[in-house]
């Protein structure tokens, strides 16, 4: 395991808290009686993200932090999404999800790239209901994704999923050396930081997970929890689970809601089944206790 | 007059000082500090090995000071100490430590990962531990050079009564092979040197090393033959010469044993068991080359002696140096040095041989100066294999 703390404090960003934050935007009332959710991102470069204790990442981010923030909107709202390029390269916002090819953020369709100082609002209703991701989607593709650039975007069904502790977890890894293969692999961007500092969760309450995979330069990540088993709902897309399981295999976007409960208190290991990812950060600890603190 | 003259010779250097001094403050070397990220350079001199631990030596021969982020050992991160500071300075040195449980025979990949995210890589080609420094370990080093260095020169010095027998034009024959088994062996060393010169901290400017190393050792031999070689008496030049080629052999033996010293404590003992054997054989050649020049003459067994020891016993200085500390730098240099001996030697017995008038001798020359070198390459194919 890496050796020594990482400074939440100057970095600007603590992966703890990064779990369990949603953005739900600025809420209003269209006319027609949709609701209305405007979002915000600026995307900058310079933040010297420290992925493991001592290694710092010079990252390009939307809002100053590796992943984005967790865009949250219920099925059906109207999504706008005003984009502010702070960098000194071209950039756009790609959203999974059905919307006009203008609203696709691809370079050369619609509005395309944003040149630096640039501003576009992009503009769409959320559906379908699921765990989705948003990226930049700028050329050279791999270097905009890798460097930072995406975020987890989650629409709710109408009928809301029963209530639960919700993680957001998004597998990444980061390639330090420039050789094209990561030496920092992790979810939400510190090595190890969930080792270090277990997920407290209380015994047999629902757990919801979502996990998605946005490493760049490997085919596949994966997850494997200690102790337990989970159910499935890939891409989120269905309330009906599609799999009883404990380990599932996601590639590069890819992305699937879990659902678990622990049965026993104590400490149990969540992590990549590649052991080498494993051994390269993407490790972390489940603490269950029957009061959950 | 004469301090007017100082004065003038002076004046530039002060002029030199002003202007470092002016470029430092008000020069536009900001530009290279903002426009480029720092360009880290670490070298990990050598990784020692004891039962669950590993010990990673490590330079900075780099501009910038250098800060060791994260440890991994086999593409994971492990823990780790460092005997310092872990930001090492320009030409800093440092130990790192990592308990880790290597297994005897197995390849371990180091790795180091500094704050840029910059990695530095070590591989250990098969784990063993690290000899300690004990009577049974010097006894071991000792044996191995008398093995490789002292008998096999000593044999080739039992070629003496074969040569006084010979006529003259085959004995220029033998002298001749001499010279071209030293130059073979010159360009050997020349070619090792700058090999672990490419291993060095850039700070350490491997190849400016070997040329020091190599030029200075012959203008010293240079020197010291013109004031002892020289003179009237051709006897006593001869065993100058045959002097001066045992200790450009010796200088030459002193690198063999720091590379088998080397790749014993580095790990390489399949390599250490070859280079022992083509050591060993190769340098059966060398007592040949060292009685060549006194062949005619009637040297005392006590000079034998002496000749042969000049000539072998660095082997056991070099194996002692190579496995108990091996030093790329140290090693570099001891090379470069051992090239330059022998190649002053070239210097001197081609002088010889253009000497030698009598009329039949130019084809053996000819025909002794390419078997020299045929004869190593050969016995060399031994080292290789």
């Known amino acids: ?293 | 007059m004469a301090s007017k003259r100082w004065l003038f010779g002076l004046l530039p250097l002060v002029l030199l000082i002003v202007l470092v001094v002016l470029l430092f403050r008000f020069g536009p070397l900001g530009v290279f500090r903002a426009a480029f990220p720092p360009v880290e350079e670490l070298t990990i001199s050598r990784v020692t090995l004891e039962t669950g631990h590993m010990f990673i030596h490590i330079t900075n021969g780099g501009p910038e000071p250098v800060t060791i982020a994260q440890v991994l050992i086999d593409e994971a991160y492990w823990q780790f100490e460092v005997d310092r500071d872990r930001t090492i300075p320009r030409l800093g040195k440092a130990t790192i430590t990592v308990p880790y449980p290597w297994v005897e025979g197995e390849t371990h990949e180091v790795r180091l990962i500094t704050s840029t995210g910059l990695t530095f890589d070590h591989t250990i080609n098969v784990a063993t531990a690290s000899p300690r420094v004990d009577g049974r370990y010097l006894m071991t080093f000792t044996l191995l050079g008398i093995y490789v260095g002292v008998i096999p020169v000593f044999i080739g010095l039992l070629w003496l009564p074969f040569l006084r027998k010979l006529p003259d034009r085959w004995l220029a024959f033998f002298l001749s092979l001499t010279a071209g088994l030293l130059l073979f062996l010159g360009v050997d060393a020349l070619n090792e040197a700058l090999d672990t010169a490419q291993t060095l901290p850039a700070a350490y400017q491997g190849t400016s090393l070997v040329l020091l190393g190599t030029v200075i050792t012959i203008l010293l031999l240079v020197a010291v033959s013109r004031l002892f070689v020289a003179g009237g008496d051709p006897v006593r030049r001869r065993f100058a010469l045959a002097t001066l080629i045992a200790l450009g052999i010796g200088l030459h033996n002193l690198g063999e044993g720091l590379a088998i010293g080397a790749a014993y404590s580095l790990g390489e003992l399949a390599l250490g068991t070859f280079l022992v054997i083509g050591f060993t054989i190769h340098n059966t050649t060398e007592g040949l080359g060292i009685v060549a020049p006194i062949a005619k003459e009637r040297p005392r067994l006590s000079t034998l002696v002496l000749l042969g020891l000049l000539a072998g016993a660095p082997t056991i200085a070099g194996a002692w140096i190579g496995g108990l500390n091996y030093s790329p730098v140290l090693a570099t240099l001891f090379l470069a040095i051992g090239a330059g001996a022998i190649f002053q030697v070239v210097y001197e017995l081609l002088k010889l041989m253009i000497r030698d008038e009598r009329a039949p001798a130019v084809v053996y020359q000819v025909a002794g100066f390419a078997a020299g070198m045929l004869i190593m390459y050969l016995t060399g194919l031994f080292v290789a294999a």
């Open chain 1, 1 to 293: 395991m890496t050796v020594g703390e990482v400074d939440i404090a100057r970095m600007g960003y603590d992966p703890l808290r990064f779990l369990t934050n949603f953005d739900y935007g600025k809420v209003s009332k269209l006319p027609g009686g949709q609701t209305l959710r405007e979002f915000r991102l600026i995307a900058d470069e310079g933040r010297e993200v420290e992925i493991a204790p001592g290694v710092f990442f010079p990252a390009w981010t939307f809002n100053g932090t590796v992943p984005a923030p967790t865009l949250r909107a219920r099925e059906g709202d109207r999504v706008k999404v005003t984009l502010l390029n702070a960098s000194s390269h071209p950039h756009t916002i790609h959203f999974h999800g059905f919307h006009k090819a203008e609203m696709d953020g691809v370079p050369g369709i619609g509005r395309g790239d944003l040149a630096p100082g640039e501003t576009f609002t992009y503009e769409f209703d959320a559906l379908p209901f699921g765990l989705h991701l948003y990226h930049c989607h700028s050329a050279p593709l791999k270097r905009h994704i890798h460097k930072g650039l995406y975020g987890t975007f989650i629409i709710d069904p109408k009928k809301a999923r029963p209530q639960a502790r919700e993680f957001v977890m998004m597998m990444n890894a980061f390639d330090t050396n420039f050789d094209g293969e990561n030496e920092v692999y992790a979810v939400n961007t510190v090595a190890f930081h969930y080792a270090k500092h277990p997920i407290k969760v209380r015994r047999k309450e629902l757990v919801r997970i979502y996990l998605v995979n946005i490493t760049e330069f490997d085919p596949i990540n994966s997850v494997h929890i200690h102790g337990n088993f989970f159910n499935v709902y890939r891409t989120g897309t269905s309330l009906k689970p599609s799999e009883f399981t404990d380990t599932i295999m996601l590639c590069q976007a890819e992305r699937a809601i879990l659902e678990l409960r622990f049965p026993f208190a104590g400490r149990f290991m969540f992590h990549a089944h590649q052991s080498e990812f494993t051994e390269l950060g993407w490790m972390g600890i489940f603490e269950v206790s029957d009061d959950g603190v």
